[in-house]
């Protein structure tokens, strides 16, 4: 990588600053996320080979946060993608790495089995169609899909970019927020396949409590055992004994140029 991850945990350290601030500023309810609330419960810090930032809201707060964050990052070295299946805060400095936070969402999700699967599926096909060519070509980088399913992704991209963008993530918006049932319970709408089925108590959201993070003070769920123990097993705070291999450093690249050209280009 042409930037080392020292570089990029400073910058994501910068920008978490700015995300937190922002949100206390304009009393907006935040957790860090996935690998990210995972560090500053575990490592009090970054996982050492995490290169983003993920955090999440509830519905109700990302409503709120949208609007102003638009306003706010319009300009200037942080810009919000709010175009996007996962929307996010994307910083580029001078001379420094491009670094992003992911944002999650949780919407309610009803207990009526048939009804849970409906969402679930109709989610996860909207979405899928949301997906630009831009999008699906850093997807295939990854090496996720085979060579068929690349070619069957690309296809189907292709076929849904008939369809106006705006109303394509409308409709797979519409999904994340049908069907709440009587609002006991929550999941990620807009997560991987596997995170939007992992469903939680509503109550999970109800607060925060903030915690020590590289020297800095960031929130995290009050009960985030709850959630880290669904995303990584009870044994969560048992760190792994090998650093995971890098295989997706040209995919990281390209996303990067990506967001330079998206947003930073002169």
């Not at 709120?64 to 706010?72: D, I, K, Q, S, T």
């Amino acid at each position: 990588m042409a930037d080392t991850l020292k570089e990029v945990h400073e910058e994501l350290l910068i920008l978490l600053e700015r995300l937190h601030a922002f949100c206390k500023e304009n009393h907006i309810r935040y957790s860090l996320h996935g690998g990210t609330m995972l560090g500053a419960v575990r490592e009090h810090g970054f996982i050492p080979w995490d290169d983003d930032a993920d955090v999440t809201f509830a519905r109700d707060q990302f409503d709120r946060f949208v609007p102003l964050a638009r306003e706010a990052f319009c300009a200037g070295d942080v810009r919000f993608d709010e175009d996007s299946r996962y929307p996010k805060l994307v910083m580029m400095r001078t001379g420094r790495p491009v670094v992003w936070i992911d944002f999650f969402v949780y919407d309610y999700i009803t207990d009526v089995p048939l009804l849970r699967k409906l969402k679930l599926w109709g989610t996860q096909f909207f979405i899928l169609l949301t997906r630009t060519k831009e999008e699906q070509a850093l997807s295939n980088s990854h090496g996720v899909h085979g060579r068929l399913g690349k070619l069957g992704m690309s296809v189907l991209v292709a076929l849904a970019a008939i369809v106006p963008f705006r109303c394509r993530l409308h409709l797979a918006r519409r999904f994340m927020t049908a069907f709440p049932g009587k609002r006991r319970h929550v999941h990620r709408s807009n997560d991987t396949n596997r995170g939007m089925k992992m469903i939680l108590p509503a109550g999970v959201l109800d607060a925060v409590i903030p915690v020590s993070f590289a020297g800095r003070q960031f929130d995290v769920y009050e009960d985030y055992d709850t959630v880290l123990r669904a995303s990584y097993g009870p044994n969560y705070m048992v760190p792994l004994q090998d650093k995971p291999a890098q295989t997706h450093e040209v995919s990281l690249q390209k996303e990067r140029e990506y967001f330079v050209n998206k947003f930073f280009a002169r």
